[in-house]
T-cell receptor, first 112, second 112 residues
Framework: EADIYQTPRYLVIGTGKKITLECSQT?????MYWYQQDPGMELHLIHY???????EKGDLSSESTVSRIRTEHFPLTLESARPSHTSQYLC???????????FGSGTRLTVV | QKEVEQNSGPLSVPEGAIASLNCTYS??????FFWYRQYSGKSPELIMF????GDKEDGRFTAQLNKASQYVSLLIRDSQPSDSATYLC????????????FGAGTRLAVHP
């Protein structure tokens, strides 16, 4: 049973709309991450957080923003969606990086 | 050169055979190494992690690490059709912060 939840699972939205992808975990993990993955391609880190009020940009430039007001919640926001944002977004968490990450089920975003 | 390189495959093996998946990485400071399995349309799930040179076995899976050669491998014994998936190699970033760098994955197809 998943301990990290992402909603929505699928989202089709028009260009210019503001969207928020939700990610919550019940494991009490301090560290949370957002990855972007296109089909057949590697995961790219776009944001990460080491705890409440701590957020950093990842290795892949992204127009999205994140917040971490509560330990369990790490939402990602796109202020104005564009077709180039079409991708799968994966949220993950870890207690410490040496044990790897637990991933959520992902949000597949399509911007039309 | 990519930070984590994998042969994209597909690697096709008959049922019952040993599947051998390979990964090379560029950062000599990396300390932790992970193998994830990703079924089509699903999120990655952790199957093995290894920190020390040598072999680590877990059921039908064996991870092998050679830090001098910057090489990680995954062996799957007695391959089953249910093992058909993409296998992602992930390496901890030497820069710390528990960030993982993922390869693009090797697609494994186990045929009856």
């Amino acid at each position: 049973e998943a301990d990290i939840y992402q909603t929505p699972r699928y989202l089709v939205i028009g260009t210019g709309k503001k969207i928020t992808l939700e990610c919550s975990q019940t494991m009490g993990h301090d560290k949370m991450y957002w990855y972007q993955q296109d089909p057949g391609m590697e995961l790219h880190l776009i944001h990460y957080s080491y705890g409440v009020n701590s957020t950093e940009k990842g290795d892949l430039s992204s127009e999205s923003t994140v917040s971490r007001i509560r330990t369990e919640h790490f939402p990602l926001t796109l202020e104005s969606a564009r077709p180039s944002h079409t991708s799968q977004y994966l949220c993950a968490s870890s207690r410490d990086g040496d044990r790897g990450y637990t991933f959520g089920s992902g949000t597949r975003l399509t911007v039309v | 050169q990519k930070e984590v390189e994998q042969n994209s495959g597909p690697l096709s093996v008959p049922e019952g055979a040993i599947a051998s998946l390979n990964c090379t990485y560029s950062d000599r400071g990396s300390q932790s190494f992970f193998w994830y399995r990703q079924y089509s349309g699903k999120s990655p799930e952790l199957i093995m992690f290894i920190y020390s040179n040598g072999d680590k076995e877990d059921g039908r899976f064996t991870a092998q690490l050679n830090k001098a050669s910057q090489y990680v491998s995954l062996l799957i014994r007695d391959s089953q059709p249910s093992d058909s998936a993409t296998y992602l190699c992930a390496v901890s970033s030497a820069g710390g912060y528990n960030k993982l760098i993922f390869g693009a994955g090797t697609r494994l197809a186990v045929h009856p």
